[in-house]
């Protein structure tokens, strides 16, 4: 069964200093993968997804992810991280094998400090 | 602007009632999700639906009922046999299920508190 694993629950930068919030992925199939960002008491929004296209997927807000199916990783990255950027991450795998119903991580909390 | 709207934002019940929670869409989507979060633990899905008159159970369906008469809307009730209640609930919605690629779209969220 399809499953995505967030490796940290939580994450500390400073402002200025690169983002990498870790996700590995569980899928027998091709997947389709999402990161999405989601603010205080707010509903998500989607940052980026991969669907089988160019693994290097470009979001919003300067966030990107390198799918790598070797690996079974899809790791998201910012190389400067703003005040803004603190909240909460999450993963998200679907594929065929779980009738495409999206599978969501832990979620990862960013905090970011001045 | 098109998109989902959830109310009410907060809601406050007593033990033993049962509530409904609102979810309308109107992006014409066809499938629509309610899933329940809870601190650490991410989303988990309750029910969902990908046409009207039609809805499966989730992971966590026990204590919760749906209905989806209509394409724009996927009321959810929060029944006095769900244990545990108070949480945080989001309804998404997609262009359709089967394609698996497609973004999913969210309300805001309605907060439960059980007095």
């Known amino acids: 069964a399809q499953s995505v694993t967030q490796l940290d629950s939580h994450v500390s930068v400073s402002e200025g200093t690169p983002v990498l919030l870790r996700c590995n992925y569980s899928?027998?199939?091709?997947?389709?993968l999402f990161w999405y960002v989601q603010h205080p008491n707010k509903g998500l929004q989607l940052l980026l997804k991969y669907t089988s296209a160019a693994t290097l997927v470009k979001g919003i807000n300067g966030f990107e992810a390198e799918f790598k199916k070797s690996e079974t990783s899809f790791h998201l990255t910012k190389p400067s991280a703003h005040m803004s950027d603190a909240a909460e991450y999450f993963c998200?795998?679907?594929?065929?094998?779980?009738?495409?119903?999206?599978?969501f991580g832990r979620g990862t909390s960013l905090i970011v400090h001045p | 602007d098109g998109g989902i709207t959830q109310s009410p934002k907060y809601l406050f019940r007593k033990e033993g009632q049962n509530v409904t929670l609102s979810c309308e869409q109107n992006l014409n989507h066809d499938a629509m999700y309610w899933y329940r979060q809870d601190p650490g633990q991410g989303l988990r899905l309750i029910y969902y639906s990908q046409i009207v008159n039609d809805f499966q159970k989730g992971d966590i369906a026990e204590g919760y009922s749906v209905s989806r008469e209509k394409k724009e809307s996927f009321p959810l009730t929060v029944t006095s046999a769900q244990k545990n209640p108070t949480a945080f609930y989001l309804c998404?919605?997609?262009?359709?299920?089967?394609?698996?690629?497609?973004?999913?779209?969210f309300g805001e969220g309605s907060r439960l508190t059980v007095l």
């Open positions: 998200v795998v679907s594929d065929s094998e779980g009738s495409y119903i999206p599978t």
């Open positions: 899928s027998s199939y091709s997947p389709s």
């Open positions: 998404a919605s997609s262009i359709r299920l089967v394609l698996g690629t497609g973004e999913l779209f």
